[in-house]
C-alpha cells in the first residue's frame, strides 16, 4: 500500500480502473485521492459557498460524485486535479441555482480555523487582514473572483484555471489582471 500512496493521481485512477471500485485496493485509492485534494477543494468550497457547513457538505458531494464518475473518468479529457474542481465548481453554480440569492460569499459567517498557533494578538490581527481581503474578494465579478480564489488561494496553474472554468488562457489571465487590479484599488481605498 505504500506503493499506492507513492503513485501519481493518473497512476491511482488506472488502479481503480483495474480493479473493481469496491475493492480494498480502489477503497485506499480512493482513500488516498481524497487525502490529497480534500483540503484544498474545500478551501476553495468555504471562500464560495455561504457558509462553512455549506462547504462542508459541498466538499462531501465532491467526493461522492468523483466516487460514482470514477469508472467513466477519462485522464486524456481532464487532469484529475482539475475534473475535481470542475465538478466542485459545478456544484456551487447549481447551488446559487437553488438559492438564487445573488451571492455565492458570504464572507460574515466564514471562520478562519487556523488560529490555535498563534498568540491572542496575532489572530486578531490576521483575522482583521483576512476578513478586509474577503470583504474585497466578495466585490468582485464572480469570474473574476473564481480567478482569484484558484490562482492564489487554492494555489493552481492558470492552464488548470482555464481547464476548471472552461476559459482560453489569455481569458484567465485578462480576468486575474482585472481582478488584482480592482482587489488594488479596493484595499488601497479601506
Given at each position: 500500500m505504500d506503493q499506492l500512496r507513492q503513485a501519481a493521481d493518473a497512476e491511482l485512477v488506472q488502479w481503480i480502473h483495474k480493479s473493481n471500485i469496491s475493492s480494498p485496493e480502489s477503497r485506499e485509492a480512493i482513500g488516498i485521492l481524497y487525502d490529497r485534494h480534500h483540503e484544498r477543494i474545500f478551501r476553495y468550497l468555504w471562500?464560495?459557498?455561504?457558509?462553512?457547513?455549506?462547504?462542508?457538505?459541498?466538499?462531501?458531494?465532491?467526493?461522492?460524485?468523483?466516487?460514482?464518475?470514477?469508472?467513466?473518468?477519462?485522464?486524456?479529457?481532464?487532469?484529475f486535479q482539475a475534473w475535481l474542481y470542475r465538478i466542485a465548481h459545478n456544484l456551487l453554480v447549481d447551488q446559487y441555482r437553488k438559492t438564487n440569492n445573488g451571492q455565492l460569499v458570504s464572507l460574515d459567517e466564514i471562520k478562519d480555523v487556523t488560529v490555535g498557533e498563534h498568540d491572542l494578538a496575532s489572530s486578531v490581527e490576521d483575522r482583521l487582514?483576512?476578513?478586509?481581503?474577503?470583504?474585497?474578494?466578495?466585490?468582485?465579478?464572480?469570474?473574476?473572483?473564481?480567478?482569484?480564489?484558484?490562482?492564489?488561494?487554492?494555489?493552481?496553474?492558470?492552464?488548470?484555471?482555464?481547464?476548471?472554468?472552461e476559459r482560453t488562457i489569455p481569458t484567465i489571465k485578462a480576468l486575474q489582471h482585472r481582478g488584482l487590479r480592482a482587489l488594488r484599488v479596493v484595499l488601497e481605498s479601506a
Amino acid at each position: 500500500m505504500d506503493q499506492l500512496r507513492q503513485a501519481a493521481d493518473a497512476e491511482l485512477v488506472q488502479w481503480i480502473h483495474k480493479s473493481n471500485i469496491s475493492s480494498p485496493e480502489s477503497r485506499e485509492a480512493i482513500g488516498i485521492l481524497y487525502d490529497r485534494h480534500h483540503e484544498r477543494i474545500f478551501r476553495y468550497l468555504w471562500m464560495r459557498s455561504s457558509s462553512f457547513q455549506q462547504a462542508e457538505d459541498l466538499t462531501g458531494e465532491v467526493f461522492t460524485r468523483m466516487v460514482a464518475s470514477l469508472p467513466r473518468y477519462q485522464e486524456r479529457d481532464l487532469p484529475f486535479q482539475a475534473w475535481l474542481y470542475r465538478i466542485a465548481h459545478n456544484l456551487l453554480v447549481d447551488q446559487y441555482r437553488k438559492t438564487n440569492n445573488g451571492q455565492l460569499v458570504s464572507l460574515d459567517e466564514i471562520k478562519d480555523v487556523t488560529v490555535g498557533e498563534h498568540d491572542l494578538a496575532s489572530s486578531v490581527e490576521d483575522r482583521l487582514l483576512v476578513d478586509e481581503v474577503r470583504r474585497a474578494i466578495e466585490r468582485l465579478d464572480a469570474h473574476q473572483k473564481d480567478v482569484i480564489v484558484l490562482r492564489f488561494l487554492v494555489g493552481l496553474p492558470i492552464s488548470e484555471v482555464a481547464v476548471i472554468l472552461e476559459r482560453t488562457i489569455p481569458t484567465i489571465k485578462a480576468l486575474q489582471h482585472r481582478g488584482l487590479r480592482a482587489l488594488r484599488v479596493v484595499l488601497e481605498s479601506a
